[in-house]
């Protein structure tokens, strides 16, 4: 059944569907590598990979952000559209962490609309001039996408605010969604164009453009691709109300490399990935990983910094010295409080004014002696939320200055318009405090900024005649909900809803002693100063190149349609088990020994019934009762339940508790293994499940004869993960000196006697066989989870021992699952499963089928 979730990459991003008008031909495709290139217009290929081998080719780095680094205006004279760096441009400034001889290209779109005519010529002109492949966007789609999902949809959900009614926040909108996936399909096009995907690392950044990786991947499934995200992200109870969250999720895990700013934000990320795909993750030598169908994605916490050159480049300006002469003549006698914001509603701007105004308040001594000078930036989105907040500050701003200003004084000053960065840098420099008091923010690289500028440089030292040896000072209030915050341990940490704690923030910041504010200062610049824009560029690709040094080990598999795609990294030697390849090996042996796991092999693990069907117990009759067999159910299940729910098979063998009960028949009585029979530990273990289980709401025991099973499927997902680790840790240091060791399973935590195994069942067995003469020639063992490694690793290590006297037998360890597996084979479920065991049973009681029916059944495995 269909869903409204769109499965067709292709039909979703439908320019069509969209009303809108294609573009031009596409940009003439970069020929990076020798080789054969089909399809030269377009792309038709399907295959996931190159197929083209690369010469010489140097690594490039592929940027790829929504807007491209540049600035454009047309000449008044010719028309001509004319193009310049944007200095300011982060993506610019990162160039600084690689090696010069680093290539850099820069995918992303225009701040300015090229008419249709024009955009062959620009993009010739941008790639040649500035190594920039500009992705031209409709005017209609581009509001759609940028003004519409990504700023009244995405930007507010990211910074914790839900549309709970209409009137605040704008409810989700499908049409907005295509356009998203739309654009970010038009990205992925452009890359696609000029990438060498087996050379190139591709670096993404920022919300807008969080399924492209979905994209590339399909594309080109060893493509070497890390993301940032400059937003926060949110915790998972607002995350999960997102309507394309799974789709979003699986944009990120389709990376090498998921970086954030901070710690809460990568673990609000693996939170959902817990939650909603039962994601686990761990750390890896001080690396976290998710295991992904076999991938690791790693995830990298680690603030963005500031150019310290630009700055310093800036403030050697003759225009920033006479600016701050100009604005220390203005303000002399006078303490000066900056803050500089986005026209956002998330930046605090009216809380910072209550917070100025309460300290006027109550210091009446600091009346008309404080400033709070506050520069907003023009908005980047836009709605009715923004404009109610920008008449808010207005208003607040108003009164405060009508009530402690007058005609010479006003304790408000609001600088709303464009501010050139000299004038910035210049109010920087003269402000005793700045404050940065935003409700929910990305980064936030006004305090970085406000520090350098107040260090100073001794060009303008000298141009303002400041002594060399002069001390540098600097206060920071910044809220605690900043991405910057955790990385200012000398900074004023405020709550921005708290009024009167940002009141008494602001008023420490005044009155503190100057050497106090001294070792501030010093303390932020150093910090500054080593983590800046290059560290983090250079530190981020590094690990990006770690993350991807194995992707040429492995083979990959696409899975999954439309922005569900994802690829499973498998063993070069792994293949699907095919019928028609057991079936001619078992009628060719004569002593078979077949061992079969029992949940999630011959009965569905999501089935609530759990008994084995009439098909199954068929089946496991038929190849029982063939005096070459000797087939084994091995499982960790009690044997009460396996001797009922398999009676009716006679001469069929069967491994309880994961082999400590042992019954080779029915009318055999059950063997116990002989390597411990002491199960006292058991009364220490269960009072610390109960424990647990009365602690964590959902979690259950199992008890079987020789073992205790603590399960959390039913648990909290995040919590219940902890309790499993806290169990684990605590049931080790107890039963250090026990015989028995401590398993975590999936949602499981158990408790078992040593040296029990599923692999020491296939052990026992193959040597009983081998001892009677007639060792087997035919092996096939098949499981579903990790205890069934066991079985895969010694069936192979039994295989490979040196032998003498034993032919090598043919061995098929098959997982259920495409997943990664010590197995050789898999098989996709519980269906392929039986009806691999039904073609064997049929080679051994031949059954005449129709030829319609064995046409049928032999082209299900061919």
């Known amino acids: ?304 910094g500031v150019h310290m050159g630009r700055l310093e480049s800036v403030l050697n300006l003759p225009a920033t010295s006479t600016k701050l002469k ?22 605090g701007i009216s809380l910072k004014f209550l917070a100025l105004e309460q300290l006027l308040q109550q210091n009446t001594q600091l009346r008309r002696k404080v400033v709070l000078v506050q520069i907003v930036n023009p908005a980047r989105g836009s709605g009715k939320n923004v404009q109610e907040e920008k008449n808010e500050m207005y208003l607040t701003a108003q009164r405060i200055n009508e009530v402690y200003g007058s005609e010479s004084y006003k304790p408000v000053i609001l600088i709303d318009r464009h501010v050139p960065r000299y004038e910035k840098s210049a109010y920087y420099a003269i402000a005793e405090c700045c404050i940065v008091n935003a409700v929910r923010d990305g980064m936030n690289l006004i305090p970085y900024k406000y520090v350098v500028c107040r260090q100073g440089t001794s060009n303008m030292d000298k141009e303002m005649g400041i002594a060399k040896d002069t001390a540098r000072t600097s206060m920071l209030v910044v809220s605690e909900f900043i991405g910057c915050s955790p990385s200012l341990s000398g900074a004023l940490r405020v709550n921005p809803w708290d009024t009167d704690a940002v009141s008494d923030a602001l008023n420490l910041a005044l009155t503190i002693c100057d050497i106090e504010k001294q070792v501030r200062h010093e303390k932020h610049y150093k910090y500054v100063k080593t983590h800046d824009v290059a560290y983090w560029a250079r530190s981020f690709v590094q690990d990006l190149e770690r993350a991807c040094q194995y992707h040429y080990n492995k083979q990959y598999y696409g899975i999954g349609l439309g922005l569900g795609f994802r690829v499973v990294s498998l063993s070069p030697s792994f293949c699907k088990l095919a019928i028609n390849c057991i079936v001619s090996a078992y009628k060719c042996t004569k002593r078979r020994a077949i061992f079969l796991d029992y949940d999630g092999t011959l009965v569905p693990k999501t089935s609530i019934i759990k008994t084995p069907s009439p098909e199954v117990l068929d089946v496991l009759s038929a190849l029982s009762s063939d005096p070459k067999n000797t087939v084994f159910i091995v499982s960790g299940r009690g044997r009460d339940s396996l001797s009922k729910w398999l009676a009716p098979c006679e001469m069929l063998s069967i491994a309880a508790e994961h082999g400590y009960f042992i019954r080779w028949n029915m009318k055999d009585g059950w063997d116990t293994s002989s390597l411990t029979a002491d199960l006292d530990w058991k009364n220490v273990v269960e009072p610390i499940m109960k424990s647990y289980m009365e602690a964590t709401d959902g979690s259950t025991i199992e008890y079987k004869e020789t073992a205790l099973v603590w399960h959390h499927q039913d648990a909290d997902p995040d919590f219940g993960s902890c309790q499993a680790k806290e169990l684990l840790n605590h049931l080790e240091s107890v039963l250090s000196n026990e015989p028995a060791i401590v398993l975590r399973g999936q949602q499981i935590v158990e408790v078992k006697p040593q040296g029990v195994s599923k692999g020491y069942v296939t052990e026992k067995v193959l040597s009983t066989i081998t001892n009677s003469n007639e060792p087997a020639d035919f092996i096939m063992c098949i499981g579903d989870d990790r205890s069934d490694e066991d079985m895969f690793e010694s069936i192979l290590s039994a295989v490979s021992a040196p032998s003498t006297t034993c032919a090598i037998p043919e061995i098929f360890a098959c997982t259920v699952g495409c997943k990664p597996s010590k197995a050789k084979y898999y098989l996709d479920d519980v269906g392929d499963v039986v009806k691999i065991l039904r073609g064997l049973a049929d080679a051994s009681c031949p059954k005449v089928p129709s030829p319609q029916a064995h046409i049928a059944f032999e082209s299900t495995f061919s």
């Not at 010469?55 to 490039?60: L, Q, S, T, W």
């Not at 047309?74 to 610019?92: A, V």
């Not at 604005?327 to 986005?342: A, S």
């Open 1 to 304: 059944m269909e869903t409204n979730s769109y499965t067709n990459l292709s039909d979703l991003a439908n320019e069509e569907l969209l009303g809108i008008s294609p573009t031009t031909s596409a940009l003439p495709r970069v020929i990076r590598k020798r080789g054969i290139i089909s399809n030269f217009d377009g792309y038709s290929r399907t295959d996931g990979d190159s197929d083209t081998t690369s010469y010489g080719v140097r690594e490039r780095k592929i940027l790829v952000a929504n807007m491209l680094p540049l600035q454009a205006r047309r000449d008044p004279h010719t028309g001509k559209w004319c193009f310049s760096q944007d200095e300011d441009s982060i993506l610019l400034q990162l160039k600084a962490g690689f090696p010069s001889d680093t290539e850099i290209l820069y995918v992303g779109s225009l701040k300015v609309e090229i008419d249709a005519i024009e955009q062959e010529e620009v993009a010739t002109k941008l790639l040649e001039d500035f190594n920039c492949v500009p992705t031209f966007i409709p005017h209609d789609l581009q509001k759609k996408f940028y003004l519409g999902f990504c700023k009244q949809q995405l930007w507010p959900i990211f910074h914790y605010m839900l549309p709970m009614c209409p009137d605040h926040g704008d409810r989700f909108d499908r049409s907005l969604w295509q356009a998203y996936v739309s654009v970010n399909k038009k990205f992925a096009d452009k890359v696609m164009e000029v990438i060498s995907p087996e050379d190139d690392y591709v670096w993404i950044h920022d919300y807008h453009l969080m399924v492209l990786p979905t994209f590339l991947r399909k594309h080109f499934n060893r493509v070497k691709l890390g993301f940032f995200l400059h937003s926060p992200f949110p915790s998972s109870e607002i995350y999960r109300t997102l309507p394309v969250r799974d789709e979003i999720l699986r944009g990120f895990l389709n990376c090498d490399l998921v970086g954030f700013h901070t710690f809460d934000y990568a673990h609000h990320f693996l939170s959902c990935c817990s939650r909603m795909f039962g994601l686990d993750y761990e750390s890896r030598r001080g690396y976290i990983g998710l295991d992904y169908f076999g991938r690791t994605v790693y995830i990298k916490i680690l603030p963005v």
């Open 326 to 347: 100009e604005i220390r003549e203005k303000f002399k006698g006078k303490k000066v409080i900056l803050g500089v914001d986005d026209m956002d509603i998330f930046k």
